[in-house]
T-cell receptor
Framework: QKEVEQNSGPLSVPEGAIASLNCTYS??????FFWYRQYSGKSPELIMS????GDKEDGRFTAQLNKASQYVSLLIRDSQPSDSATYLC?????????????FGSGTRLLVRP | EADIYQTPRYLVIGTGKKITLECSQT?????MYWYQQDPGMELHLIHY???????EKGDLSSESTVSRIRTEHFPLTLESARPSHTSQYLC????????????FGSGTQLSVL
């Protein structure tokens, strides 16, 4: 079992719809969770971070964390074609100050005009 | 402008050659990382550094080596390139603390013939 699992997709949604991206992780003591967006041929860029159970909203993006069920999700409201990219879930599995993210393989999102 | 730079952007080289991938950042970050990413696959950490003269191997075994003589510079060296080294190499840096935000360079796409 991979430490961080994501459905590879592609997830295809029409423009204006809500895109829901999911991620599960195996290490129960994980404390920090991140969503990175990676456009084709480009480097990843951080779009959301979440540390506590519940929802965290930033513009059209909402991250949701459920530590008991070991999943984290990303909702993109009013999806735009420019949101088409691969979304990488990343988890910090350590409770100490060492910091080495573990990345999932990403979910490819396609937003149809 | 504070940034993280990688050179070269693309490199095609023959088997057995020694290569060095350059990475420099102007943000004053203590932590720097090298990731390897194949198409559609997750990022794998191959080396990291928490400061000058501090380097550690990551989770993915790699035949490459790194050095950290200056805070801003974190080069990766392959003594003898092989076709199995063909991949995308991404350099990243982050600040101390919770270290939530990784800043990535543009990457080096390496092809070994």
């Amino acid at each position: 079992q991979k430490e961080v699992e994501q459905n590879s997709g592609p997830l295809s949604v029409p423009e204006g719809a809500i895109a829901s991206l999911n991620c599960t992780y195996s290490d129960r003591v994980s404390q920090s969770f991140f969503w990175y967006r990676q456009y084709s041929g480009k480097s990843p860029e951080l779009i959301m971070s979440i540390y506590s159970n519940g929802d965290k909203e930033d513009g059209r993006f909402t991250a949701q964390l459920n530590k008991a069920s070991q999943y984290v999700s990303l909702l993109i409201r009013d999806s735009q074609p420019s949101d088409s990219a691969t979304y990488l879930c990343a988890v910090n599995p350590r409770m100490d100050s060492s910091y080495k993210l573990i990345f999932g393989s990403g979910t490819r999102l396609l937003v149809r005009p | 402008e504070a940034d993280i730079y990688q050179t070269p952007r693309y490199l095609v080289i023959g088997t057995g050659k020694k290569i060095t991938l350059e990475c420099s950042q102007t943000m004053g970050h203590d932590k720097m990382y090298w990731y390897q990413q194949d198409p559609g696959m997750e990022l794998h950490l191959i080396h990291y550094s928490y400061g000058v003269n501090s380097t550690e191997k990551g989770d993915l075994s790699s035949e490459s080596t790194v050095s950290r003589i200056r805070t801003e510079h974190f080069p990766l060296t392959l003594e003898s390139a092989r076709p199995s080294h063909t991949s995308q190499y991404l350099c990243a840096s982050s600040d101390q603390g919770r270290g939530e935000k990784l800043f990535f360079g543009s990457g080096t796409q390496l092809s070994v013939l």
